[in-house]
């Protein structure tokens, strides 16, 4: 049967590609792939891809033209479309830090090791981020996936400029830096061992049990101060998490993640995020019980955010699997951002307003209160900040 499934997307990576970013191999031993020659992916996928959070492909909104699946008369809808694969795509960014100045949230600088994310979180704020790469938000923001292979060598660089002055460096707040992809190409370990060498803060959040993997260098850091970990904890029921987090780490195992890190003496909370109104805001007092048993010390909550083309995805993906709640769950969103589907105001964007929001901040409060959590304070030493010698520095005589 003839297929036309249509994808711009393709060339905006090959002229990424062609611009510096040059294609790299698949993940999880895959041969490797030149993205821009890869089999267009279709707009939509009725029912969703296996494994796939998004169940769509939208064009980003940059883009001129708009995408659609169409009958062509030789029932090209008729059958499957091509499976999904993961490419990878060498990033050619020159600098590594992040800085931001939003005044509602606790830190300026971040690092993000990969754009995009394979968990495919359904929800994620971070997916029109892909748009400015001329790829949707869709499901190219979970199967398009862009590396720092030079991360830590740039890390290092900036942090050893004269004028650099520290403060804690955010890891998580974007991609997951704990995402599968981490499993082989350990750019985040290399980043940890730059700043572990530095002695410069860090704080991560992850929803990957991978973050056990790196305690070699949490645990010391930890020790001085340097370096806490957030496990984020959307919900307890396997298939909700399945659905909405495809290929994040399971509940248990995050449990279990924060049982390793917290033994092993390092700052562990929870990030009960995001909360959905008549879907997953039941289980906050449930998930902050099992987090602190397992040995988190604080905890934070953020109501879920639906920027610019994460409305229609969300609402896409809630009316497959959620038909019979789903006008429910949008009217109390709409009703917690001042009836629209998001507002990006300062202070409100994260925990909404009006009854509903505040029901559930005081759910939350009352919660952490009962089981200690936030008591104890977390704050990192920037203090110790000092940058190792290299070959060839002058040494002090003093």
Same mark, same amino acid.
């Given at each position: 049967?003839?297929?036309?499934?249509?994808?711009?997307?393709?060339?905006?990576?090959?002229?990424?590609?062609?611009?510096?970013?040059?294609?790299?191999?698949?993940?999880?031993?895959?041969?490797?792939?030149?993205?821009?020659?890869?089999?267009?992916?279709?707009?939509?996928?009725?029912?969703?891809?296996?494994?796939?959070?998004?169940?769509?492909?939208?064009?980003?909104?940059?883009?001129?033209?708009?995408?659609?699946?169409?009958?062509?008369?030789?029932?090209?809808?008729?059958?499957?479309?091509?499976?999904?694969?993961?490419?990878?795509?060498?990033?050619?960014?020159?600098?590594?830090?992040?800085?931001?100045?939003?005044?509602?949230?606790?830190?300026?600088?971040?690092?993000?090791?990969?754009?995009?994310?394979?968990?495919?979180?359904?929800?994620?704020?971070?997916?029109?981020?892909?748009?400015?790469?001329?790829?949707?938000?869709?499901?190219?923001?979970?199967?398009?996936?862009?590396?720092?292979?030079?991360?830590?060598?740039?890390?290092?660089?900036?942090?050893?400029?004269?004028?650099?002055?520290?403060?804690?460096?955010?890891?998580?707040?974007?991609?997951?830096?704990?995402?599968?992809?981490?499993?082989?190409?350990?750019?985040?370990?290399?980043?940890?061992?730059?700043?572990?060498?530095?002695?410069?803060?860090?704080?991560?959040?992850?929803?990957?049990?991978?973050?056990?993997?790196?305690?070699?260098?949490?645990?010391?850091?930890?020790?001085?101060?340097?370096?806490?970990?957030?496990?984020?904890?959307?919900?307890?029921?396997?298939?909700?998490?399945?659905?909405?987090?495809?290929?994040?780490?399971?509940?248990?195992?995050?449990?279990?993640?924060?049982?390793?890190?917290?033994?092993?003496?390092?700052?562990?909370?929870? *990030?009960?995020?995001?909360?959905?109104?008549?879907?997953?805001?039941?289980?906050?007092?449930?998930?902050?019980?099992?987090?602190?048993?397992?040995?988190?010390?604080?905890?934070?909550?953020?109501?879920?955010?639906?920027?610019?083309?994460?409305?229609?995805?969300?609402?896409?993906?809630?009316?497959?699997?959620?038909?019979?709640?789903?006008?429910?769950?949008?009217?109390?969103?709409?009703? *917690?951002?001042?009836?629209?589907?998001?507002?990006?105001?300062?202070?409100?964007?994260?925990?909404?307003?009006?009854?509903?929001?505040?029901?559930?901040?005081?759910?939350?409060?009352?919660?952490?209160?009962?089981?200690?959590?936030?008591?104890?304070?977390?704050?990192?030493?920037?203090?110790?900040?000092?940058?190792?010698?290299?070959?060839?520095?002058? *040494?002090?005589?003093?």
């Amino acid at each position: 049967m003839k297929k036309r499934w249509m994808d711009k997307a393709n060339d905006a990576v090959g002229a990424l590609a062609a611009n510096g970013a040059a294609a790299s191999g698949a993940v999880y031993g895959e041969p490797a792939v030149d993205v821009a020659s890869e089999p267009a992916q279709p707009t939509a996928r009725p029912g969703g891809a296996r494994g796939r959070g998004s169940h769509s492909n939208a064009s980003g909104r940059y883009e001129r033209f708009t995408k659609a699946l169409t009958d062509d008369g030789w029932g090209n809808l008729d059958e499957a479309p091509p499976p999904l694969r993961t490419s990878v795509i060498r990033d050619a960014s020159r600098t590594i830090i992040t800085r931001n100045q939003s005044p509602d949230i606790s830190f300026d600088r971040s690092i993000n090791p990969y754009r995009g994310c394979e968990h495919g979180c359904v929800y994620c704020f971070a997916r029109p981020t892909h748009a400015y790469l001329g790829l949707s938000p869709g499901l190219d923001f979970e199967s398009k996936l862009y590396m720092k292979p030079n991360a830590a060598m740039l890390l290092d660089k900036e942090l050893r400029h004269p004028r650099y002055e520290p403060k804690v460096i955010a890891m998580g707040t974007n991609t997951d830096p704990y995402q599968p992809i981490e499993r082989s190409r350990k750019i985040t370990r290399s980043i940890l061992q730059v700043l572990a060498a530095h002695r410069h803060p860090v704080a991560i959040v992850t929803k990957s049990a991978l973050v056990t993997r790196d305690i070699d260098i949490h645990g010391p850091m930890a020790e001085r101060g340097l370096a806490k970990v957030a496990l984020s904890i959307t919900t307890l029921d396997r298939q909700l998490a399945r659905r909405m987090e495809p290929r994040a780490a399971t509940p248990e195992r995050r449990l279990d993640a924060i049982k390793l890190l917290s033994k092993a003496g390092i700052p562990t909370g929870v *990030m009960a995020a995001p909360l959905i109104p008549a879907l997953n805001d039941a289980e906050i007092e449930a998930i902050l019980a099992r987090a602190a048993g397992a040995g988190a010390r604080s905890a934070g909550y953020i109501v879920l955010r639906m920027p610019l083309e994460i409305k229609d995805l969300f609402r896409e993906w809630l009316e497959e699997h959620y038909p019979d709640r789903a006008a429910h769950v949008l009217s109390l969103i709409r009703e *917690m951002r001042g009836g629209k589907d998001y507002d990006a105001t300062w202070g409100q964007r994260m925990k909404g307003k009006g009854p509903y929001a505040a029901q559930l901040g005081l759910r939350f409060r009352m919660a952490a209160r009962r089981l200690g959590l936030n008591e104890l304070n977390t704050t990192l030493d920037v203090t110790q900040f000092k940058p190792p010698p290299q070959v060839g520095d002058q *040494m002090s005589f003093l």
